[in-house]
């Protein structure tokens, strides 16, 4: 199964389903669309500064801006308070990968100009991510760039 690496905490927000899109500056592979794909959550640490800017835009008019589900908010707030409670190099879920459209195509769903991050070459293309399948308990995994090949958990 090809698996993604994600930045936590936005991969526990597709676990949970508060982040219907992955944002890339890239489309997702033809080959892949509609397809069942693992999200890892990567070995960076949380960055509370991240956290704390996506909890300001969500309790503010801006809260479209993040594209995030407002279900996220009271999580987020948890997150800022203790970062460490979130899984870090493991595989969190499985996804089915919609067909990317550009993230300006989406707008209408979230009220204008989006982007769940601080890196705004990262917002071009809107994955929408689906049929969310939790690991429980989540696999551990070192994962990489890109895409790239997951076992599983067996």
């Known amino acids: 199964m090809k698996a993604l690496t994600v930045w936590q905490p936005w991969t526990s927000l597709i676990l949970y389903g508060w982040k219907p899109y992955e944002f ?7 080959n892949l669309r ?6 890892h959550a990567g ?20 809260a479209w ?3 995030l589900r407002p279900e996220a908010l009271e999580f987020l707030e948890r997150v800022k308070l203790t970062p ?6 493991h595989v969190l879920c499985t ?7 550009r993230s300006w195509e989406i707008v209408g769903e979230f009220g204008g100009v989006i982007n769940d991050s601080d890196r705004d070459n990262h917002c071009n293309w809107a994955w929408p991510v689906s049929k969310i399948e939790p690991l429980v308990p989540p696999v551990p995994a070192k994962g990489a760039q890109g895409f790239w ?3 599983g958990s067996k």
């Open 43 to 62: 070995a960076r640490p949380v960055r509370v500064t991240e956290v704390t800017d996506l909890i300001l835009r969500l309790r503010g008019p801006d």
């Open 84 to 89: 460490g409670i979130l899984p870090l190099s």
């Open 34 to 39: 509609g397809e069942r794909i693992a999200i």
């Open 95 to 101: 996804v089915e990968l919609g067909t990317p459209v």
């Open 65 to 67: 801006t993040t594209s």
């Open 149 to 151: 090949n997951w076992a």
């Open 24 to 30: 890339r500056g890239w489309p997702a592979p033809v």
